[in-house]
């Protein structure tokens, strides 16, 4: 084709498309694409769209580099369906160009058809195109906005069904038209049953109804917020207390449009805080009943803060002085080690306590206070020790009467040892006595008992009141050496010590029953041993114990009835010991052993007497003896850090029991 008639052919478009004046009139641009020579021609409008200051032809792929290269394929692919021969299919599409001279990007929408010829094939494709920049750039912003929107949306929505606060928004007619989760979840319902409702009909009691409406009101005419407090009962958490504001939401006329909501359940808040009023009345009335005072020191700042009660001991006129006054304060000998401790404090680590006690001097009496302080350091973000505080008391009187008991321990302990001295001038004394009573007063004793006896060896001299005197005196010598013998006994139980041994007590009682054989022989007595423990203690005091039980248990019988005596062994633990029964030593574990017989017994009430000295339950007519026995058994069972005690029913028997710690 050339130029002449490339030029006729573009003059001629606007006849062949049949536009005319209407081309004109809508700033459309005629273009056309060869098919066979896949050359483009346009007219000056359509060339402008695509930034060409001059020429009406150029090659296709020529005009394709002037597209974006975003939308380049879909531009080939949508001229090839609409150019086959199969679909003979229209065109609209809209896609951006880059200006070839101006590199100006625009947005144009060209609208065309295909052409065949007689024999069906396609050979030409033309149309118009127009500019359409300024609306695609409108629709993009207008795309922002309502995807800016949408986000908003989004996230107030995530915001309001997320958060444990209740928002909710009412129309000027007091019904809600928004509510958020966690509202509806008060409530029990659905947004399909709430939106809409009135408080009422929510089911809001009619005075907490009409009191939220009044306050809608009073929003809407003074056009600014109101907060309250209320409490309402939740649908799972029962009654709650909740804090509320009512704010306006006012439209671009100043008007009130609706009133939005939010609420949030302060019950935890509520009962925390009275727990802390109520710690805080506690903690303010230990201080007054303990007459304690507070202080506190700002580290950075040399100050000191201080209760009215720690002012009065230091007679300061104000509560607030800096650290060198408040030391000045401080007794001489006390001040330096006071003043390095503060200094000190800023480098104690986080959990230790300060502990101090110092004089103290009033400011115009001279007066003079021993104060204990106590106090902790407090730290800022950066672990520096910005403060010191604590609590202080006057502990004078305390410190005085310490001093005063200490002197009266002091003379108390002098006076024990002069105690514990004439105790063992008594016990030497006592030993002086038991040599004299076994020496001096037994001789004499022994002489009379002999002179008795040689005396009743001639009785044919004697008148038969003679012969009674002289019986009736051997009898008083024997009974007086018996109780000698016996006194002097429990003289050196009481005094001595037993032995740390161990001591097999089955030994024990093997030998006390061969010592008493002629008693257990003339009385007929049938007597049984259980295995018994091994014990620490002494073999002489042990054997004193069984033996003294054993004769009583012998001697205490019955005269018509055979004398049966058992001895019993077993472990108990200490919660096991008869309420009557305090051990000397403490133990976990205990040795019982029961001396059990068959005898005539005794009332228990009399059961505490007949283990002191000389107690008798009955005549010496009856039963021999001196009362000292169950003494000596006391003591021995005292002595190995254990106890005794009995159980009886008249004429039934007795139970003689002894406790002594396992070792």
Not at 91 to 105: F, M, P, S, V
Not at 560 to 580: C, H, K
């Amino acid at each position: 084709m050339n130029n002449e008639e490339h030029s006729n052919s573009v003059k001629s478009l606007p006849e062949q498309l049949d536009l005319g004046f209407a081309l004109e009139v809508t700033q459309l641009g005629v273009w056309e694409l060869n098919l066979r020579s896949k050359y483009v021609l346009w007219d000056d409008r359509c060339r402008a769209l695509f930034g060409l200051s001059s020429g009406n032809s150029l090659s296709y792929e020529q005009a394709l580099s002037y597209i974006h290269p975003d939308d380049v394929e879909r531009v080939r692919t949508a001229v090839q369906r609409a150019t086959d021969p199969a679909v003979n299919g229209s065109y609209d599409e809209t896609y951006r160009t880059i200006g070839a001279d101006d590199g100006k990007l625009r947005w144009v929408r060209f609208y065309g058809r295909a052409y065949s010829s007689e024999e069906g094939d396609v050979y030409r494709f033309a149309g118009v195109a127009h500019e359409v920049t300024d609306q695609k750039m409108a629709e993009q912003r207008e795309d922002a906005v309502r995807d800016h929107a949408a986000r908003q949306q989004r996230i107030l929505e995530t915001i309001s069904s997320t958060t444990p606060d209740l928002m909710y928004v009412f129309d000027l007619n007091y019904r809600f038209t928004y509510a958020n989760q966690a509202l509806l979840n008060m409530w029990g319902a659905t947004w399909e049953d709430s939106i809409g409702k009135s408080l009422l009909e929510i089911g809001y009691e009619p005075w907490h109804a009409e009191m939220h409406e009044r306050e809608i009101d009073q929003v809407v005419a003074t056009r600014k917020s109101i907060r309250g407090e209320v409490s309402f009962v939740h649908a799972s958490l029962g009654r709650r207390i909740y804090d509320y504001v009512f704010s306006p939401v006012v439209n671009e006329n100043g008007e009130v449009e609706a009133i939005a909501g939010t609420t949030r359940d302060v019950t935890d808040l509520i009962v925390a805080r009275q727990a802390l009023e109520e710690n805080q009345a506690a903690l303010s009335t230990a201080i007054e009943v303990a007459e304690l005072g507070t202080w506190a020191v700002d580290i950075a700042h040399k100050t000191c803060t201080l209760s009215q009660r720690v002012a009065d001991w230091l007679g300061l006129d104000t509560t607030t002085i800096d650290l060198e006054s408040f030391l000045a304060r401080i007794g001489e000998s006390d001040r330096e080690r006071i003043r390095k401790s503060f200094s000190e404090s800023g480098h104690l680590r986080p959990g230790t306590h300060y502990d101090e006690t110092y004089i103290v001097d009033h400011a115009t009496d001279g007066r003079h206070r021993i104060i204990h302080a106590m106090g902790r350091v407090y730290f800022d973000k950066e672990g520096r020790a910005v403060k010191l505080e604590g609590s202080a008391q006057d502990i004078t009187t305390e410190r005085l009467m310490t001093q005063l008991l200490e002197q009266q321990v002091q003379q108390r302990t002098l006076e024990l040892e002069r105690v514990n001295e004439s105790l063992l001038r008594s016990n030497d004394n006592l030993r002086n006595f038991a040599y004299v009573a076994s020496h001096d007063l037994q001789e004499p004793l022994r002489k009379i008992q002999q002179f008795g006896n040689l005396l009743i060896s001639r009785q044919t001299t004697f008148s038969d009141n003679e012969l009674s005197y002289v019986k009736r005196m051997h009898s008083a010598a024997g009974r007086m050496s018996v109780l000698i013998d016996d006194l002097l006994n429990f003289a050196s139980v009481s005094m001595q010590q037993p032995a740390n041994e161990p001591v097999d007590t089955n030994q024990v009682v093997e030998n006390v029953l061969s010592t008493l054989e002629v008693a257990i022989v003339e009385a007929n007595a049938d007597i049984r041993v259980e295995p018994l423990p091994e014990i620490s203690g002494s073999v002489s005091q042990l054997t004193q114990l069984f033996q003294n039980l054993i004769g009583n248990a012998i001697k205490f019988r019955k005269s018509s009835v055979r004398p049966e005596i058992r001895i019993t062994a077993q472990t108990v633990d200490a919660g096991q010991l008869p309420a009557a029964v305090s051990p000397v030593e403490s133990a976990v574990y205990y040795h019982r052993i029961d001396v059990i017989d068959n005898g005539i017994g005794f009332d228990e009430k009399y059961r505490d007497r007949i283990f002191q000295v000389f107690q008798r339950l009955h005549g010496k007519s009856e039963f021999a003896g001196t009362g000292i026995g169950l003494a000596i058994c006391e003591r021995v069972a005292a002595n190995h850090g254990g106890a005794i005690t009995a159980s009886s029913i008249p004429d039934k028997g007795s139970t003689f029991s002894i406790f002594l710690p396992v070792r």
